[in-house]
């Protein structure tokens, strides 16, 4: 179900990856290539362009997010299907409405590869396309009863792996119902298949503003030359770009690594915004930086770098308790919960969430 887009770029068999990369892909990985094609996994695609910037060494942080690795098949007892308790929030079909002024529409129906890291993989593994007009209407007659609703997050999937014509459909009618609203746009395809961003594309978003664009970025790496190309675009014709970085096990979770990703983020132009905590999805346990080690990070990193260039550390609360900074305080308690210690995360009206406890995060890394 990718579109046209993104076929002819699209790698989803690893011995078409570039020739380094493919000749470093071991006889487990392999395997385990095998067994989630027939287990129905979170499945293995990558763009070329993505893939040319990873290096064949297993420690290597670009070809850690899309490589799968068979850690991915250690038991979980914290994993949710659900980790964000989306379903709790459903307004329509596509659109979920947890916070009072802003919506979220699952717009996209794929992506430009697979982050081996990514909590809406329930989604990506029923296929999906992109949002049909038919579709749309339920979402739109709720964003027109719900003027509280200022900003709609379009996201997915990743939206951009649509074509021109049907993201122009999509704008056109969202800013026909509710001619105001601030659309944040979601989507990592500035850094996993910047040509998709042609001055044509960059041109239909300016349009559509107020628009601000959010991407994901977790490593300097990732900033590389075209990616900074098409992103200094969107800043240059008055889209603001701001970036989300997930604090991920043995990718980015140091304190140089990530001084280094927002002081280019900030060179560039792009605001960095959220420094996410993982989220509770299944197969990702061995990404988990331990909750105290990443508020250790986070100290560190206020030392290092500006203000500007400062993101929030945050997690959204296992199961639908919303977003939340994170700080020493954060953590209210400990508690031995069936599944092993959590600890209780301070959520709104003083309730407790939890979240494991660093004791609990697996000590399998990579194998
Ligand atoms: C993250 C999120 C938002 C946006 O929250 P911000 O804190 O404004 O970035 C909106 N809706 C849902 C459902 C979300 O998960």
Same mark, same amino acid.
């Given at each position: 179900m990718l579109s046209m887009v993104m076929?002819?770029?699209?790698?989803?068999?690893?011995?078409?990856?570039? %020739?380094?990369?493919?000749?470093? &892909?071991?006889?487990?990985?392999?395997?385990?290539?095998?067994?989630i094609k027939q287990t129905g996994g979170l499945p293995f695609a990558v763009s070329s362009y993505f893939a040319s910037l990873a290096g064949p060494d297993k420690t290597d942080p670009i070809r850690r997010q899309f490589l799968p690795n068979p850690a991915e098949a250690l038991a979980d007892p914290?994993?949710?299907?659900?980790p964000l308790g989306e379903a709790l929030h459903q307004a329509a079909p596509r659109l979920i409405h947890?916070?009072?002024?802003?919506?979220?529409?699952?717009?996209?129906?794929?992506?430009?590869?697979?982050?081996?890291?990514c909590f809406r993989r329930m989604w990506i593994n029923q296929p999906k396309h992109f949002i049909s007009p038919v579709e749309l209407i339920p979402a739109l007659a709720y964003l027109k009863a719900h003027p509280e609703i200022r900003e709609l997050l379009i996201s997915g999937g990743d939206p951009l792996t649509a074509e021109d014509v049907r993201l122009a459909e999509l704008f056109r009618a969202l800013r026909d119902t509710r001619p105001g609203i601030?659309?944040?746009?979601?989507?990592? %395809?500035?850094?996993?298949?910047?040509?998709?961003?042609?001055?044509?594309?960059?041109?239909?978003?300016?349009?559509?503003?107020p628009l601000r664009m959010v991407i994901q970025s977790n490593?300097?790496?990732?900033?590389?030359?075209?990616?900074?190309?098409?992103?200094?675009?969107?800043? #240059?014709?008055?889209?603001?770009?701001? &970036?989300?970085? %997930?604090?991920?096990?043995?990718?980015?979770? #140091?304190?140089? &690594?990530?001084?280094?990703?927002?002081?280019?983020?900030l060179d560039l132009g792009l605001s960095p915004y959220y420094l996410f905590q993982l989220d509770l999805a299944p197969g990702t346990a061995h990404f988990r930086v331990p909750l105290k080690t990443g508020l250790a990070l986070y100290r560190e990193l206020k030392e290092r770098i500006s203000g500007l260039g400062f993101p929030v550390y945050a997690v959204d609360l296992p199961g639908g308790g919303g977003k939340i900074p994170l700080h020493e305080g954060s953590i209210a308690g400990e508690w031995e919960d069936p599944r092993g210690t959590v600890y209780l995360l301070q959520g709104t009206h003083g309730k407790l969430w939890p979240y494991p406890a660093d004791k609990n995060v697996h000590k399998e890394l990579f194998l």
């Open positions: 076929t002819k770029t699209l790698i989803t068999s690893w011995e078409d990856l570039p %020739v380094p990369l493919a000749g470093s &892909v071991d006889a487990t990985e392999a395997a385990y290539l095998e067994t914290f994993a949710l299907q659900d947890q916070y009072q002024d802003r919506a979220l529409l699952l717009a996209g129906g794929t992506c430009a590869g697979y982050c081996r890291y601030l659309l944040r746009l979601c989507t990592r %395809v500035p850094i996993t298949h910047p040509s998709r961003l042609t001055p044509e594309t960059i041109r239909l978003l300016k349009a559509y503003r490593h300097p790496r990732e900033l590389a030359e075209p990616a900074q190309e098409v992103l200094t675009a969107c800043v #240059d014709q008055g889209i603001p770009v701001h &970036v989300q970085t %997930v604090l991920l096990r043995g990718i980015n979770d #140091d304190a140089e &690594v990530l001084a280094d990703l927002f002081r280019k983020c």
